[in-house]
Structure formats: structure tokens, C-alpha cells
């Protein structure tokens, strides 16, 4: 079983940046995509950024290009979402995730991936 886990989550105020971490137990480098989400409270749970460890692509949502970006450090199997500029609207609870095996499917969309993460919580004032 692969666990997932987030950290650097908080509060913050608009303009303000975070970084977020996502520690996983397996080798990300042997994944297709590795992805952050979020799901604020009732919506339904969106793709922020996604990146292929293997190749180094990475794909963004509208909302956060130009203002996040995701990387990853194979060597401690570790991914990264720094989020600069933020905004009130990217309060939500972030969740990484990863996909191992799953060929079918794209990157900023639920059910690519088959782990997940526990959340994070991001809160960004005005």
C-alpha cells in the first residue's frame, strides 16, 4: 500500500505564497503523473497541477498557472506545490496523489490517479 503524505498547509493572506510537500513510500520516479487537488467545501474535487517524474512534464489548471508550480525530488521521493500570489478563492483542502500502473486517463482528472493523500488544509484571507 503506498501512503501519501502532505504537509505545509496554513493560513495565509491574499498575495501571500505557501509550499506545499507530498511525501510518498514508493519511488515517485516509477509513477506516470504525480498530482495536487483540491476541493474546497461543496465542490467537487479539482486538478491543480500534475507532473510526470519520469519525463519532467508538468500540466496546470487555468486557475493557477503563472502562480503555482509543481516539481518533485526523486531522490527523496517527494513532490512540491509552491503557490505564489494566492488568492481567497484557492482556500480548499489540498490532497496529493499518485499514479502507479494507470495507464488510461489525464493528469488534472481524479481517476487517473489510484492513491491519495489525506489533505492538506490552505486558507487564504482578504
Known amino acids: 500500500q503506498v501512503q501519501l503524505v502532505e504537509s505545509g498547509g496554513g493560513s495565509v493572506q491574499a498575495g501571500g505564497s505557501l509550499r506545499l510537500s507530498c511525501a510518498a513510500s514508493?519511488?515517485?520516479?516509477?509513477?506516470?503523473?504525480m498530482g495536487w487537488f483540491r476541493q474546497a467545501p461543496g465542490k467537487e474535487r479539482e486538478g491543480v497541477a500534475a507532473?510526470?517524474?519520469?519525463?519532467?512534464?508538468?500540466v496546470y489548471a487555468d486557475a493557477v498557472k503563472g502562480r503555482f508550480t509543481i516539481s518533485h525530488d526523486n531522490a527523496k521521493n517527494t513532490v512540491y506545490l509552491q503557490m505564489n500570489s494566492l488568492k481567497p478563492e484557492d482556500t480548499a483542502m489540498y490532497y496529493c496523489a499518485g499514479s502507479w500502473g494507470v495507464v488510461a486517463g489525464t493528469p488534472l482528472f481524479p481517476p487517473k490517479y489510484n492513491y491519495w493523500g489525506q489533505g492538506t488544509q490552505v486558507t487564504v484571507s482578504s
Open positions: 507532473i510526470a517524474p519520469a519525463s519532467g512534464r508538468t
Open positions: 514508493l519511488y515517485t520516479y516509477s509513477s506516470n503523473y
